[in-house]
């Protein structure tokens, strides 16, 4: 096992060097201008020019620059390891910031993942128990009216809903869980809700497909056979079944989100990771781009692994003998 | 006289589906004393497996219509409310079925399966369930019950899973087994074993078993009494040692037709023409008779009821077969070999 776990996690390093890889040759090959332009004040001269681009790192050539970042990733910076450089717009230190915007996002996605959970797996069991029933059709229409609602959307209704004309919760912006939980909880709600309502209606229709395809299974027959009491039937032998496949799913659908929760944290004025890679992307600002992705291809490869590990904790027959 | 453990009583059993009822069980009837073997023989489709499951009334998802009785002890299980049912499996009824890898829970330990089963009908500590489920390993011959009773359905092999479902359907010492096609998933050689078993358990249990098979071969050394089904319908029934010196019915010819024989003159098994009837739309008449070699106008004018030839021996056929049953079977009946 932690043989497994050590190969996986030399994996993820190589992915990382790929990702970033490709990221570096999309922002040096699209024709989008040269970066240095921006930061070099009005009609620079050659001088200043070449000035501004030794200070950002762009006085090399794309093969060199890239070593360079790998070498200063692996090894650090002047800010420390890992060395993540400095944004070029604000020319502050990457890391920092990086920390303190993962800890929304994260906030972010995890509470929304719990409450798509808690929302889709029961409406998704209930709706297997009694298919085509008004319950199972009901779940089925709202849930595509889920799906198919733009995000944005969605959240600027909530907001002039439940803040502007209810005034029941806050409206954008975030409160630290150390400053003030009420007040962290009240902001954190509504975006919570606006990223789970779409992955809460696709669960729920997974989780109604499982159960379904488990509850026809032979060894269900001999659970009834034995005379178990139903609810025992459904949670330790149907449930317990149909879940397995779910882990894998939320471990990427997470990870997928760290680095993809651009619209709700706009929407919401949340100072996430995904506000701020949109921000590295429209302003050329590579070193933000590069952080944010590296967060994201590392929450990717950490957390499919976490998903194997649990899959096998889960299910016998995939455990190593 | 007490009533028998097990009587079925005019059994229909029809699913519905788009193109009209399906008749998986037509009118059929049987019977089980206590401490006996009952052996339903039929091929795939012919309505053994329908029947019984019909029994523990785990049909209940495929919405059946049925008809007919079903008595336990005299009490008609096919009226009684869900939770009065839920007593009958496990602590009176006991059930095991083909494949034992998919009838076993793949995400639990064997020994919890069993286990959860006693603590599903008897107020008994977690710890005494568990020391009850090896102890029942122990007593259908598992080796090492107490470590086996750790491991998961996919470490085992398939005459072990087979024990462990038998260990499981008999934990609450129930009065009727039944025993759907327990060794079809299994070699010739644990299927002697498992059979061998099953056996056990009766004499010693006292228990009523029906073996369900789609071989005569495999019920002629353990029934006492022997139904052959045919398009959900017993074309024949009776004694065991009867069914195979004198079978009366030209299905049941077919079958033993199909059983090779050892030092027989001909070498070439015979298959049984055709393949049965739509369950939806069956023939009029004798189910068989479009397969019959001996039908005649009468055959598919009235469906033949099931008629007592003496002993208990029982036909569905309106063959005025002169000679019935000294026809040359292929298989030795079982108990002439001593007396021969």
Known sequence: ?321 | MSPPLLEIDDLTVHFPSAAGPVRAVDGLSLSLERGQTLGVVGESGSGKTVTFLAAMRLLERSRPEIHGRILLDGVDVLTLPAREMREIRGPRIGMIFQDPLSALHPLLRVGDQIAETVRAHRDVGRRDAWAQSVAALAQVGIPNADERARQYPHQLSGGMRQRVMIAMALILEPDLLIADAPTTALDTTVEAQILGIIDDLRTRLGIGVVLVSHSLATVADVADTVAVMYAGRAVERGPCQAVFAHPSHPYTWGLLDTVPALGAERSRLVPIPGSPPSLIDPPPGCRFAPRCAYRFDACTRHLPELVERGGGHADACVLPVPGRGARRNRLEPPGEEAAA
């Open chain 1, 1 to 321: 096992m932690g043989r497994y776990i050590l190969r996986r996690l030399m994996w993820t390093v190589v992915v990382v060097i790929i990702v970033t890889l490709i990221t570096f040759v999309i922002f040096y090959v699209l024709p989008s201008g040269d970066p240095a332009l921006r930061f070099a004040g009005k009609e620079p001269t050659a001088q200043v020019l070449a000035q501004v681009r030794t200070d950002l790192g762009l006085n090399h050539s794309v093969a060199v620059e890239y070593l360079l970042y790998l070498k200063r990733l692996f090894l650090g910076d002047r800010y420390g390891w890992p060395g993540l450089g400095f944004s070029y717009s604000s020319g502050a230190a990457i890391a920092p910031q990086l920390w303190q915007r993962a800890q929304i996002t994260i906030q972010l996605v995890l509470g929304a993942a719990v409450l798509w959970m808690l929302i889709g797996i029961p409406v998704g069991v209930y709706s297997a128990l009694r298919p085509r029933s008004r319950f199972d059709r009901a779940s089925l229409f709202v849930g595509l009216v889920f799906i198919s609602t733009p995000v944005f959307w969605l959240g600027l209704l909530m907001l002039w809903l439940f803040s502007s004309t209810l005034g029941w919760l806050q409206g954008t912006g975030y409160v630290a869980f150390t400053t003030d939980p009420v007040q962290w909880a009240a902001h954190m709600l509504m975006p919570w809700i606006t990223l789970s309502l779409a992955f809460a209606a696709i669960y729920a229709r997974i989780v109604r497909s499982n159960m379904l395809d488990t509850l026809g299974e032979d060894y269900i027959r001999t659970a009834r056979a034995k005379g178990l009491p139903e609810r025992r039937i459904v949670t330790r032998h149907a449930l317990r079944a149909s879940l397995v496949p779910i882990v894998t799913l939320l471990a990427v659908d997470i990870a997928t989100l760290v680095g993809g929760t651009v619209i709700v944290e706009t929407v919401f004025n949340l100072q996430g990771l995904g506000s701020w890679v949109l921000y590295g992307a429209l302003n050329q600002d590579l070193p933000v781009t590069l952080a944010v992705t590296l967060v994201a291809t590392v929450a990717v490869c950490l957390l499919s692994l976490v998903a194997d590990i649990l899959y096998a904790y889960m299910d016998p027959r995939v455990r190593p003998e």
